[in-house]
Nanobody
Framework: QLQLVESGGGLVQPGGSLRLSCAAS????????IGWFRQAPGKEREGVSC????????NYADSVKGRFTISRDNAKNTVYLQMNSLKPEDTAVYSCAVQRTEVRTGCPTTYGYWGQGTQVTVSS
């Protein structure tokens, strides 16, 4: 059974940091591109970052560039999102998603499997 489980969310003060993890089970992440998404209350889901199958290509939303870093550890079958200099507007449920692809570079436009998400709240 394919499963993605996010962890690492929580309550943090503005300016703080969190590292989200997305652990895969039931399949091998090395064949997949991975994306992180977020959805705040009353807002549409938005793409935050993605990493290519090879790990050589990454993309970030303008709102998080320079603050967030996506990485993958295929040996641990896990993807990470390091979030620094957090702002209240980063508050959302963060979810990871994967898409199997033969293309080793770039990020896909659609994702086939999604995790349940982890809550990130940035507040003083």
């Amino acid at each position: 059974q394919l499963q993605l489980v996010e962890s690492g969310g929580g309550l943090v003060q503005p300016g703080g940091s969190l590292r989200l993890s997305c652990a895969a089970s039931g399949f091998t992440l090395e064949d997949y591109a991975i994306g992180w998404f977020r959805q705040a209350p009353g807002k549409e889901r938005e793409g935050v970052s993605c990493i290519s199958r090879s790990g050589g290509s990454t993309n970030y939303a303008d709102s998080v560039k320079g603050r967030f870093t996506i990485s993958r550890d295929n040996a641990k079958n896990t993807v990470y999102l390091q979030m620094n200099s957090l702002k209240p507007e980063d508050t959302a449920v963060y979810s990871c998603a994967v898409q199997r692809t033969e293309v080793r570079t770039g990020c896909p436009t659609t994702y086939g499997y999604w995790g349940q998400g982890t809550q990130v709240t940035v507040s003083s």
